[in-house]
């Protein structure tokens, strides 16, 4: 049975209390994917039914479905981007327990998964204000036709 030396329960808390800040960040991440996921939804529902509907009804929506497959493209690099985010950041909490577990400090490796995560974050958050002005556009001009 091997007994736990207190410098290395000492090393694990702090690895926990490091973790921490990253853990709260992957539940945002979480939930912007959850947004994300649900306007990708709802973009392709929309997508579905304008798709099904006759030929001579679809084109006077041809405008619409353009943006709405615009839209789609935009949601999908905004939820690639993040999941990448998270992934970096998982990475990071993970080589912050490896580096406790075999000793050999690996700074760099977290600080470059923590930075790579953060574009991504910034990236995916860009794509979907893009999604947004689109979302918008397809409201205006909806109106201003009707």
Same mark, same amino acid.
């Given at each position: ?59 006077? #929506? ?5 943006? %709405? @497959? ?6 999908? &690099?905004? =939820?690639? +981007? *993040? ?30 998964? #923590? ?5 991504? %974050? @910034? ?6 204000? &893009?999604? =947004?002005? +689109? *979302? ?11």
């Amino acid at each position: 049975m091997m007994i736990a030396n207190i410098s290395d329960i000492h090393a694990v808390s702090e690895a926990i209390r490091d973790a921490v800040a990253p853990v709260f960040l992957l539940t945002g991440i979480g939930s912007i994917l959850g947004v994300l996921i649900g306007r990708l939804g709802r973009s392709i529902d929309r997508a579905r039914l304008l798709n099904d509907m006759p030929r001579e009804k679809r084109e006077k #929506f041809s405008h619409e479905f353009k943006i %709405v @497959i615009k839209r789609t493209k935009w949601l999908r &690099r905004a =939820i690639g +981007l *993040a999941t990448l985010a998270a992934l970096c950041v998982c990475v990071s909490i993970a080589t912050l327990f490896i580096s406790v577990e075999t000793g050999f400090k690996m700074p760099h490796v977290v600080l470059l998964a #923590f930075i790579s995560s953060m574009f991504s %974050v @910034i990236l995916a958050l860009l794509c979907f204000l &893009r999604e =947004i002005v +689109l *979302a918008s556009r397809e409201v205006i001009v909806s109106f201003n036709h009707d």
